[in-house]
């Protein structure tokens, strides 16, 4: 009797075969190529963790995350447009570079009270080029 007859197989779990699934999946449902790449560091007292979303088209990569630190917040910058969004107490300052319109802007936004949800500031222009 050999020690593999003594082992029982047991059956992945759901959530062990949805991993394994997005393992051996190299295409996207459109047949595109793709990966996404997490990455994370430091730059002075800002902690960044984020992931680089390779695709095929290049034009179509990305890359997204958070920061935390002395300045709170979230990004994503593509190859069409960037957006930064920076969390204070009660305000949430965005600011958004469009590649295609060739423009920097921001606004301030203020959080809504009991909601939570997010009263809009309007765009100010701080580039164009």
Known sequence: MSQADDETIEPMSDEESLLLSSYNAPYQPDGAHSADIPYSGSIGAVSIVGVLRVREPVERSSTEGVFA??????????????????????????????????????????????????SRGGWQRLATW
Do not use: H, L
């Not at 630190?69 to 910058?77: A, E, M, P, S």
């Not at 190859?79 to 423009?103: C, H, I, L, N």
């Open 69 to 118: 630190g002395i300045v709170n917040g979230t990004y994503r910058i593509g190859f069409q447009s960037a957006e930064a969004k920076a969390y204070g107490p009660f305000t949430r300052a965005v600011v958004e570079v469009d590649w295609t319109r060739r423009r920097v802007r921001w606004r301030v936004d203020s959080q809504q009270f009991p909601s939570g949800g997010w």
